[in-house]
Nanobody
């Protein structure tokens, strides 16, 4: 199994930037595809960005494409989500999740989850 811990959330003004981090346990965590999800009150959880085990392939939701960037440092067992040009609509709890590699990033079975970190964007 893999344990995930998110950090880096906070409150920012519209147009600002924030970087989220997800620390994963153990060396075997590098064999997993990783994704960032978000959920706002009253809304469904959505996948906003994902990266495969090697970092060679990424996925972005249309709503964040061009503004967010996902990356990973396997030597540190850490995945990052760089968020630029933030909008109030980005306000949500952001979750890091891990899936065994092999399928598409969008439909992968994300079976390990962190506890989430709050991101609030004000206008």
């Amino acid at each position: 199994q893999v344990q995930l811990v998110e950090s880096g959330g906070g409150s920012v003004q519209a147009g600002g930037s924030l970087r989220l981090s997800c620390a994963a346990s153990g060396r075997t965590a590098t064999t997993y595809d990783m994704g960032w999800f978000r959920q706002a009150p009253g809304k469904e959880r959505e996948l906003v960005a994902a990266i495969n085990w090697s970092g060679a392939f990424t996925y972005y939701a249309d709503s964040v494409k061009g503004r967010f960037a996902i990356s990973r440092d396997n030597a540190k067992n850490t995945v990052y989500l760089q968020m630029n040009s933030l909008k109030p609509e980005d306000t949500a709890v952001y979750y890091c999740a891990a899936a065994k590699f092999g399928g598409s990033l969008q439909t992968a079975r994300y079976e390990y989850w962190g506890q989430g970190t709050q991101v609030t964007v004000s206008s």
